[in-house]
């Protein structure tokens, strides 16, 4: 292949990603306008982290809820221990408010059993352990997440996440 149709491929790729039909409108949801290239960043978050904006809400709710999931099937799995089991006692962190997202009150909550065997597989890659954790980085750096990591640091555990939304901007979903 020629040098010159390489460097064309990418162009011919982002022309047909941003294929439109039709003039976009303010309230369009962006999986129904999905031939825009304005749709692409969500559609790979989706297909790589599993996260719908319209169904899990806000992504740093979803990665704490998907930690939580991980927690629990682990403890399941090594432990033999299930907080579902009505013979073990309650466990209260399953109830537990969702802890300010970020680094400095516990490192281990921010970079998890991802980071860790991200942290793994480059150790066998390059020889260091490097853990990366892909989504506490997506939810530190999308709406709402800078301000709780930033507060992480200068209020430490006592700081407070973002409150829930009051009842009169709540909505019912699919309807």
């Known amino acids: 292949m020629s040098t010159g149709i390489a460097r064309l491929l990418p162009l011919l790729g982002l ?3 941003s294929c439109q039909s039709g003039l976009p409108t303010a309230t369009e949801q962006w999986n129904t306008n999905h031939w825009s290239a304005d749709s692409v960043p969500q559609r790979m978050v989706q297909h790589f982290t599993g996260y719908r904006r319209d169904l899990d809400g806000k992504y740093i709710d979803f990665q704490y ?3 939580k999931d991980i927690n629990l099937t682990l403890r399941r799995a090594f432990l033999g221990n299930s907080a579902d089991n009505p013979f073990e ?3 209260a962190s399953l109830s537990e408010r969702r802890p300010p997202h970020s680094l400095a009150p516990d490192p281990l909550y921010y970079f998890h059993a991802e980071g860790i065997v991200i942290g793994c ?3 066998g890659i390059t020889g260091g352990f490097i853990p ?7 939810a530190t750096f999308g709406p709402g997440g800078w301000t709780e990591f930033k507060q992480g ?8 996440p973002e409150s829930p939304p009051q009842p009169s901007k709540f909505r019912v979903k699919n309807h």
């Open 153 to 160: 640091f200068t209020e430490g555990a006592d700081a407070e």
């Open 15 to 17: 022309a047909l990603v």
């Open 132 to 138: 990366i954790p892909v989504d506490s980085l997506i």
């Open 89 to 91: 006692p309650y466990d």
């Open 65 to 67: 809820r998907k930690k």
């Open 121 to 123: 597989v480059m150790l």
